[in-house]
Nanobody
Framework: QLQLVESGGDLVQPGGSLRLTCVFS????????IGWFRQAPGKEREGVSC????????RYADSVRGRFTASRDNAKNMLYLRMNGLKPEDTAVYYC??????????????????WGQGTQVTVSS
């Protein structure tokens, strides 16, 4: 059974940095694109970033491009999201999710079928 577990969320001051980690198990990851999503209180879940099956191609939401970097290590079955220059509007629960496709996709969440439980990121002074 495929499982995803996120970690690394924390309370951080504006301008600070965090690295989120997503560990997946139960299936080989080399045919799967993986995405990061977030949901703030009272808002819909939105795509943040996604990575192709090899890690060679990534997509970012306009709101995080240049500040966030997604990467993956298939040998370890892990996905990372490095977040720099954090802003209060980045406060949300962050989720990773799996899609049965090779290329990254952020325009729709429909292909993402397995989700982690989420990790809370709070940016506040």
């Amino acid at each position: 059974q495929l499982q995803l577990v996120e970690s690394g969320g924390d309370l951080v001051q504006p301008g600070g940095s965090l690295r989120l980690t997503c560990v997946f198990s139960g299936r080989s990851s080399d045919k799967l694109a993986i995405g990061w999503f977030r949901q703030a209180p009272g808002k819909e879940r939105e795509g943040v970033s996604c990575v192709s099956n090899t890690g060679g191609s990534t997509r970012y939401a306009d709101s995080v491009r240049g500040r966030f970097t997604a990467s993956r290590d298939n040998a370890k079955n892990m996905l990372y999201l490095r977040m720099n220059g954090l802003k209060p509007e980045d406060t949300a629960v962050y989720y990773c999710a799996i899609a049965d496709r090779l290329t990254p996709l952020l325009t729709t969440q429909t292909p993402y079928h397995t989700w982690g439980q989420g990790t809370q990121v709070t940016v506040s002074s």
